[in-house]
């Protein structure tokens, strides 16, 4: 696609469900990030893929987060029994390598109630 | 924490003026970014600097980079009501991951 594309764009969930979030970045991008902001915060580094292995899952908050990636492409991140505290902005990015300019989605608005 | 610090952490300016903006980080970096948010959105890239670089230029935007003092700074000329914006710095991380400051909010007054 032309850009990185993320959905859903606004998800609002109770409190101890389980969502996907969802990030198909631009072709060809080996690279792959998400981050974290919370309402008028900075961006909080969740985890970083190159290709399909995850060499850096420092960021993750809690075991109730995890992600993956397959065929080098669409990225999913999961957080499951959700909380209050994780409602945010969840943003993903991609790049052609690691160092390299990287390009944002327009970010996923979870609010859990 | 290794993450790029922004300041002033909130900026406010009369359309026309200049408005400057600082970035301090803490390790060595092979390049530093800078990005602009606006509502709280994605977030658009402005300029990469590599570390060999001292200054580069796009546009309106200056960007300078003194990594002795492990330091960058942002200049936006001739500022306008669109410039209203979140701004921040990103440093490459152990040459994986971006680490972002919490950024400058800058507001331009017409």
């Known amino acids: ?113 | 924490s290794q993450q790029g610090e922004e300041d002033p952490q909130a900026l406010s300016i009369q359309e026309g003026e200049n408005a400057t903006m600082n970035c301090s980080y803490k390790t060595s970096i092979n390049n530093l970014q800078w990005y602009r948010q606006n509502s709280g959105r994605g977030l658009v890239h402005l300029i990469l600097i590599r570390s060999n670089e001292r200054e580069k230029h796009s546009g309106r935007l200056r960007v300078t980079l003194d990594t002795s003092k492990k330091s960058s700074s942002l200049l936006i000329t001739a500022s306008r009501a669109a410039d209203t914006a979140s701004y921040f710095c990103a440093t490459l991380y152990y040459g994986q991951n971006f680490v972002f400051g919490p950024g400058t909010r800058l507001s331009v007054l017409p």
């Not at chain 1, 469900?17 to 580094?45: M, N």
């Not at chain 1, 959700?82 to 944002?104: H, K, M, P, R, W």
Request: proline letters at 4%; glycine letters at 12%; a negative charge.
């Open chain 1, 1 to 113: 696609g032309a850009g990185v594309s993320q959905s859903p764009s606004n998800k609002v969930t109770e409190k101890g469900k389980d969502v996907e979030l969802r990030c198909d970045p631009i072709s060809g991008h080996t690279a792959l990030y998400w981050y974290r902001q919370s309402l008028g915060q900075g961006l909080e580094f969740l985890i970083y893929f190159q290709g399909n292995s995850a060499p850096d899952k420092s960021g993750l908050p809690s075991d109730r987060f995890s992600a993956e990636r397959t065929g080098g492409s669409v990225s999913t991140l999961t957080i499951q029994r959700t909380q209050q505290e994780d409602s945010a902005v969840y943003l993903c990015a991609s790049s052609t390598g690691a160092g390299n300019t990287i390009y944002f989605g327009e970010g996923s608005w979870l609010t859990v109630v």
